[in-house]
Structures are given as C-alpha cells and as structure tokens.
Nanobody
Framework: QVQLVESGGGSVQAGGSLRLSCAAS????????MAWFRQAPGKEREGVAA???????SFADSVKGRFTISKDYAKNTLYLQMNSLKPEDTAMYYC??????????????????WGQGTQVTVSS
C-alpha cells in the first residue's frame, strides 16, 4: 500500500531551476532509503541522487554541484532541488524508496517502491 507521488516537473530554459517533490504515504514507518532516478527517451534509467537513513547523500557525477537531495521527515516528503539545468537533464524523473539497506544506493534494483514520474524538460 506504499504510494510515492512526484510533483514539480515542468519545462524550463537552460540555466533555470526546478524543485521536485515526492510525497510518500501508506508505509508503516518512514522509508529510510530514498532516491531520485531519471530516464530520457532512448536511454537507460540512471540514478541521480540518494539519501539514506541518517541523511547521507550520494549524487551522480553529472549533477554534482547542481542538484541537492533532502528529506522532510515530518512530512514524509523527498525533494530534489535542481539548479543550473542543462538540456541533457531532460528526462522523466522518478522517486524510489526501500525499507531495507542495499549496497548500491544509486542502482534502481535497490528500491522496491516507485512513483509514476514527473517530466522535466530543459530547452536550450
């Protein structure tokens, strides 16, 4: 009954910013492991950013210095702040979560629960 719902996507020009949100509900407790993934047309799904149970974060090299991931534990909501957006950031962005630890936090197989995605389009 776990449900993840993303929001905040849209169209933006290169250099702009967007803030994605992922609202989690239905879990018996807060999901300790959460992440953002993205998939562009014709491309494989890739990990963007992850946050663990004690707030440690991981980022893909392609977004380091531009994106930040955070979680509001009181609201059970995950965020992805995206700054200095580039056309290559264009993709469907997905929120993912798991109750259990996995060694590779940036691998999609490490997560059991997924949202439906929110589209981010960055124009040049």
């Amino acid at each position: 009954q776990v449900q993840l719902v993303e929001s905040g996507g849209g169209s933006v020009q290169a250099g702009g910013s967007l803030r994605l949100s992922c609202a989690a509900s239905g879990a018996t407790r807060s999901m300790p492991y959460m992440a953002w993934f993205r998939q562009a047309p014709g491309k494989e799904r890739e990990g963007v950013a992850a946050i663990d149970s004690i707030g440690r974060t991981s980022f893909a090299d392609s977004v380091k210095g531009r994106f930040t991931i955070s979680k509001d534990y009181a609201k059970n909501t995950l965020y992805l702040q995206m700054n200095s957006l580039k056309p290559e950031d264009t993709a469907m962005y997905y929120c993912a979560a798991n109750l259990y630890y996995r060694s590779d936090k940036m691998r999609d197989a490490s997560y059991n629960y997924w949202g439906q995605g929110t589209q981010v389009t960055v124009s040049s």
